[in-house]
Nanobody
Framework: QVQLVESGGGLVQAGGSLRLSCAAS????????MGWFRQAPGKEREFVAA????????YYTDSVKGRFTISRENAKNTVSLQMNSLKPEDTAVYYC??????????????????WGKGTLVTVSS
């Protein structure tokens, strides 16, 4: 089992920044690809960003490219999402995810094995 706990959400004005963090425990963190997903009110959960086991490979959905940066620190069992130039449409609950398959995380598949409980990000206009 892998336990994931997100933190860092909150209320921010459009154009502002937030940094989300996810702390992992339970299994060897470096064996897992990590990702961030989000779910806005009334919408389906969508893929935001993913990072491979060593941190060398990163993937983003088009709407956040150039604004969000995903990173991981295997020594600290954490993955972060730096969000800049936030827009009201970024408002959502953000979930941390882990799976041994990077392809599964990037594809946004419901097959991702582990999920956090989420942290709310609200961007005001």
């Amino acid at each position: 089992q892998v336990q994931l706990v997100e933190s860092g959400g909150g209320l921010v004005q459009a154009g502002g920044s937030l940094r989300l963090s996810c702390a992992a425990s339970g299994r060897t963190f470096s064996n897992y690809a990590m990702g961030w997903f989000r779910q806005a009110p009334g919408k389906e959960r969508e893929f935001v960003a993913a990072v491979g086991w060593s941190g060398g490979s990163t993937y983003y959905t088009d709407s956040v490219k150039g604004r969000f940066t995903i990173s991981r620190e295997n020594a600290k069992n954490t993955v972060s999402l730096q969000m800049n130039s936030l827009k009201p449409e970024d408002t959502a609950v953000y979930y941390c995810a882990a799976d041994q398959s990077l392809r599964t995380v990037v594809s946004g598949s419901s097959g991702v094995n582990y999920w956090g409980k989420g942290t709310l990000v609200t961007v005001s206009s």
